[in-house]
């Protein structure tokens, strides 16, 4: 099992940004970010392959990027422009393949909280 440990949550205005990251002790085909809200199902944000491809959740896509650092083995989600619905915690995921949809599939991060309140 791929450990992942994440950073960069914390409380920020509607409106402001964060940086989260998420390192690997592996190498990964493809990385992503999922999210939780309380009493809400787990949902995909945003998924990278190590060859450049993405997908967005379509209410994240033009305010959060995500990168990846290979030779690092490490993820980025730059997270501008937060709405208060943007709150949950987040959890890195790292999986041998491409299928977004599928939220049970792949090592997973401990968690980052990512509170936006004004």
């Known amino acids: 099992q791929v450990q992942l440990v994440e950073s960069g949550g914390g409380l920020v205005q509607p409106g402001g940004s964060l940086r989260l990251s998420c390192a690997a002790s592996?190498?990964?085909?493809?990385m992503g970010w999922y999210r939780q809200a309380p009493g809400k199902q787990r949902e995909l944000v945003a998924g990278?392959?190590?060859?450049?491809?993405?997908v967005y959740a379509d209410s994240v896509k033009g305010r959060f990027t995500i990168s990846r650092d290979n030779a690092k083995n490490t993820v980025y989600l730059q997270m501008n422009t937060l709405k208060l619905e943007d709150t949950a915690v987040y959890y890195c995921?790292?999986?041998?393949?491409?299928?977004?949809?599928?939220?049970?599939?792949?090592?997973w991060g401990q968690g980052t909280q990512v509170t936006v309140s004004s």
């Open positions: 592996g190498s990964i085909a493809a």
């Open positions: 995921n790292a999986r041998f393949t491409t299928t977004w949809s599928r939220a049970d599939l792949g090592s």
């Open positions: 990278m392959t190590s060859g450049g491809s993405t």
